[in-house]
């Protein structure tokens, strides 16, 4: 009875609400509905990618190639699964979301993930953690971006959502004006686990990959707990001259 009140209530909602496109204001369409076909279309893919970090190479790389900067110094993670390129019109999204609190487009991020992994028909971890705020951060946003996107992509995959997994204990300076070590050293120790992993493999999600030093130092986190598989996963990978305030 419940289950029939509820979908009683959505079908009003959608007829008095009928769901918009974020990005253009057309009707929005099934199964994306804040989101039309012709701009879930237009997001930038990143097709060519490192097979480890999804950084964008060239197109003329052979598939399964390895960044030079993923040969020189192999982060912690074993792979990335990134399908878009933090360009337009994908980055208003990110922006609107992260900062602005437009729901919508977060509800948008997470959808077209998981339907990329869906279509992808890759291995799925046990567990998906998504990249936690240090707590000043959380209240002055108000909300975690990564968790966010997270929820709606454990429910589309029915993978396990484990928010509680990780803390950020420390707070970290700004990443954009530091060099690639002083990244490292910024994040040395700036994450815990509140409790033994018990997983073989987990995802850890955020919304934009940068450089990968935060995600890097969360993977070394849940391996030293004993985790022997970490992936990440994201939404759209960056470039160095892209870098965006985390």
């Known amino acids: 009875m419940h289950a029939l009140v509820n979908a009683w209530l959505k079908n009003i909602q959608a007829l008095l609400l009928p769901p918009h496109c974020v990005l253009c204001g ?26 480890r970090c999804a950084m964008p190479l060239p197109a003329s790389a052979p ?31 990110v922006k609107d979301f992260k900062y602005h609190g437009r729901l919508a487009c977060g509800r948008v991020l997470g959808t077209v993930f998981a339907r990329y992994v869906h279509a992808q ?11 936690p705020l240090h707590a ?13 996107i997270a929820r709606h992509v454990a429910r ?37 686990l509140e409790r033994p992993p018990q997983a073989r493999h987990i995802a850890i999600l955020d919304d934009v990959l940068t450089t990968g030093s935060t995600v890097d130092e969360l993977a070394r986190t849940l391996k030293r707990g004993g985790v022997p598989q970490v992936s990440v996963w994201a939404v759209a990978r960056a470039v160095p001259d892209q870098l965006v305030n985390r």
């Not at 000043?136 to 968790?147: C, P, V």
């Open 63 to 93: 598939r399964g190639s390895i960044c030079g900067a993923c040969l020189r110094r192999p982060p912690r993670f074993d792979a990335a699964l990134v399908p878009f390129r933090y360009a337009h019109p994908l980055d208003h999204l």
């Open 136 to 148: 000043a951060r959380h209240r002055e946003r108000g909300f975690n971006q990564s968790s966010e």
């Open 156 to 192: 589309a995959l029915g993978i396990a959502l484990d928010e509680s997994l990780c803390r950020r204990v420390r707070a970290t300076a700004d990443q954009a004006t530091l060099t690639a070590k002083e990244r490292r050293q910024n994040l040395r120790g700036a994450f815990a």
């Open 26 to 51: 057309a009707a929005g369409q099934r199964p994306l509905l804040d989101l039309c076909e012709p701009c879930a279309t237009d997001l930038p893919r990143n097709a060519d990618a490192c097979a």
């Open 121 to 131: 028909a890759c291995e799925l971890p046990e567990r998906l953690v998504p990249v």
